[in-house]
């Protein structure tokens, strides 16, 4: 089992970036899928982007493909997410979370893959 903590959630004006980051423990962090989750309020959670540890191989959404950049970090067991030109509509709950090894280079993008997931940051974006 992986233990996870987020930081660097806030918030900023439309055009901002902020970077967040999540802390892996008590597990062998190189073999998990990773991923980041957003939620906003009224709306179903979606994977925003994820790496797999192994391959270290991203996959991002449309909606923040090219503004978004994951980094996993093994040596410090940490996995970030900058978040540039940030948008109202990237207002959100976001969360880290742990899954086991995929087959697939990519990780999967269904939140059913992943066990193990942080307490959540809050991002708010203001226009």
């Known amino acids: 089992q992986v233990q996870l903590v987020e930081s660097g959630g806030g918030s900023v004006q439309a055009g901002g970036s902020l970077r967040l980051s999540c802390q892996a423990s008590?597990?062998?962090?190189?073999?998990?899928?990773m991923g980041w989750f957003r939620r906003a309020p009224g709306k179903e959670r979606e994977m925003v982007a994820s790496?797999?540890?192994?391959?270290?191989?991203?996959y991002y959404s449309d909606s923040v493909k090219g503004r978004f950049t994951i980094f996993q970090d093994n040596a410090k067991n940490t996995l970030s997410l900058q978040m540039n030109s940030l948008k109202s509509e990237d207002t959100a709950m976001y969360s880290c979370?742990?899954?086991?090894?995929?087959?697939?280079?990519?990780?999967?993008?269904?939140?059913?893959?992943?066990?193990?997931w942080g307490q959540g940051t809050q991002v708010t974006v203001s226009s």
């Open positions: 008590g597990g062998t962090y190189t073999r998990y899928c």
């Open positions: 979370a742990a899954g086991p090894r995929s087959i697939s280079s990519v990780c999967p993008s269904d939140f059913r893959w992943y066990i193990d």
């Open positions: 790496n797999n540890g192994g391959s270290n191989i991203s």
